[in-house]
């Protein structure tokens, strides 16, 4: 199962001769694809939840898999790896022995600037994802 497999994520498959069945698990399919990956799960199938652009359920999908698989004793094993948020974090010069991650910012200008409104008075570091857009 992958969040995501572009030209160059199948190359590297490829490159470590890793041939294994994929299923697409984009936020919009997440709910639909979700009952059949928790069967096979509960039939002791091993599923792996990978990203090709960070980690798994940080602004990422996968949340509501592993959620149900801990509602359904599933055992889940993380395996720490690449995270935007904590290169960023690490690399940002700034205190970050407290934080609030506030996920990504909404699209539209109005919508950025309630946002950012609403989060102004925490003393605490705030932290977004972005994705290119205007202003």
């Given at each position: 199962m992958h969040a995501?497999?572009?030209?160059?994520?199948?190359?590297?498959?490829?490159?470590?001769?890793?041939?294994?069945?994929?299923?697409?698990?984009y936020s919009y399919?997440?709910?639909?694809?979700?009952k059949n990956i928790l069967h096979k799960l509960l039939n002791g199938k091993k599923?792996?939840?990978?990203?090709?652009?960070g980690t798994p359920c940080i602004s990422d999908p996968g949340h509501a898999l592993v959620k149900e698989a801990?509602?359904?004793?599933?055992?889940i094993e993380v395996l720490p790896g690449a995270s935007s948020l904590i290169t960023a974090l690490v690399g940002s010069g700034l205190p970050i022995d407290s934080f609030i991650f506030c996920g990504f910012l909404k699209r539209?200008?109005?919508?950025?600037?309630?946002?950012?409104?609403?989060?102004?008075?925490l003393k605490k570091q705030l932290f977004f994802m972005n994705r290119c857009i205007e202003f």
């Open positions: 995501r497999i572009q030209g160059q994520d199948l190359k590297l498959l490829s490159h470590f001769k890793i041939s294994k069945p994929l299923i697409s698990f399919k997440e709910h639909r694809r979700l599923v792996a939840l990978i990203s090709d652009a801990i509602e359904k004793n599933i055992k539209k200008p109005g919508k950025i600037k309630k946002q950012l409104f609403e989060l102004a008075n």
